[in-house]
T-cell receptor, first 109, second 114 residues
Framework: GQNIDQPTEMTATEGAIVQINCTYQ??????LFWYQQHAGEAPTFLSY????GLEEKGRFSSFLSRSKGYSYLLLKELQMKDSASYLC??????????FGAGTQVVVTP | DTEVTQTPKHLVMGMTNKKSLKCEQH?????MYWYKQKAKKPPELMFV???????INESVPSRFSPECPNSSLLNLHLHALQPEDSALYLC?????????????FGPGTRLLVL
């Protein structure tokens, strides 16, 4: 199977910046997704990277390095509503998503 | 509009019951997915349909039976489930089947098997 590693939990204060790292196996790689999931709710799409570099979408940015098998999600100007689990997911050419275990981000006042 | 709807929101069933989960999307997507998610774990893929045909079955036990009656609907028929099958069942859809296609998830059905 494919191993996707991301930290279990991160804590930061409102207004701060948090970077969630994700490493994956490069064989069969066809893209890297980030999803946000609040407790008891469905995952919602945040970003997709298939080429190296940084993609910026408002307060959220995602970076990919294919040669290193590495991605990160950057959350800026943290808000309380950003407290959630953030799932890194690798896709293959079929579109099968292999999720990491998720990083629980806790935003404190 | 990126809405995927699922019914029911919650379901409690006994091990001898037969029930069905329903999923619907009106985005013209031609790929639809069933995932199972246990508490504090990531979603795990169960089935994938592409153009109403089953494309991927991730070795799911036969007590789970998917059906895609048309391009907008996806069902999951449940029979003789076990308590360990209790989980959140998520439906997703994407424009097509392929590595670059974004999957959009429905709100899920929370299933409890007694």
């Amino acid at each position: 199977g494919q191993n996707i590693d991301q930290p279990t939990e991160m804590t930061a204060t409102e207004g701060a910046i948090v970077q969630i790292n994700c490493t994956y196996q490069t064989s069969g790689f066809n893209g890297l997704f980030w999803y946000q999931q609040h407790a008891g709710e469905a995952p919602t799409f945040l970003s997709y990277n298939v080429l190296d570099g940084l993609e910026e979408k408002g307060r959220f940015s995602s970076f990919l390095s294919r040669s290193k098998g590495y991605s990160y999600l950057l959350l800026k100007e943290l808000q309380m509503k950003d407290s959630a689990s953030y799932l890194c997911a690798q896709t293959d050419s079929w579109g099968k998503l292999q999720f990491g275990a998720g990083t629980q981000v806790v935003v404190t006042p | 509009d990126t809405e995927v709807t699922q019914t029911p929101k919650h379901l409690v069933m006994g091990m001898t019951n037969k029930k069905s989960l329903k999923c619907e999307q009106h985005m013209g997507h031609r790929a639809m997915y069933w995932y199972k998610q246990k508490a504090k774990k990531p979603p795990e893929l169960m089935f994938v349909y592409s153009y109403e045909k089953l494309s991927i079955n991730e070795s799911v036990p036969s007590r789970f039976s998917p059906e895609c009656p048309n391009s907008s609907l996806l069902n999951l028929h449940l029979h003789a489930l076990q308590p360990e099958d209790s989980a959140l069942y998520l439906c997703a859809s994407s424009q097509a089947l392929g590595g670059g296609e974004t999957q959009y998830f429905g709100p899920g059905t929370r299933l409890l098997v007694l």
